[in-house]
């Protein structure tokens, strides 16, 4: 909506009900405290079967996440540098909320998928296996 996407999942009559009980008990829109979001369904594609490369996309980002928000983000179990991350900017210069990173090997960039859906402030971060060449054609687009 506006800029922002927007993602619609099916899910059971229950699961709707029950969001929709949240918002009436906490007080509707117009609360300023909000009931966490109901459980998201998992995805059609499993993400351990995907193909894994030393990239991973990440999608969701606040438009004023920095590099040291996505170090911080994956930790310190993860050896991760600045050089290593690729945030994504339109051709005005504002941030599209992704980045690229780049793992060590394959192996840690499927790893770090345990970070998925986590947060970044009030943000669910959504990471993808990527290819290096994903991540190329991205960070040119972002120079132009």
Known sequence: MGRRYVEVFSCKKQDYYQ????????????????????????RA????????????????????CKKSDILKFFGKEFNLTDDKINITYRSD????????????SAEEAKEAMCKDNMEIGSRY?????SYPDEARQAGSRSRR
Do not use: W
């Open 93 to 104: 210069g504002k941030a599209t909320g992704d980045a690229y990173v780049e793992f060590a």
């Open 125 to 129: 971060i959504e990471l993808f296996p």
């Open 19 to 42: 969001a929709i009980a949240a918002e009436v008990k906490e007080g509707g829109y117009e609360s300023d405290y909000r009931a966490s979001p109901p459980p998201r369904p998992k």
């Open 45 to 64: 594609q499993n993400k351990d079967q995907m193909e894994y490369t030393e990239i991973l996309k990440m999608r969701g980002l606040p438009y004023r």
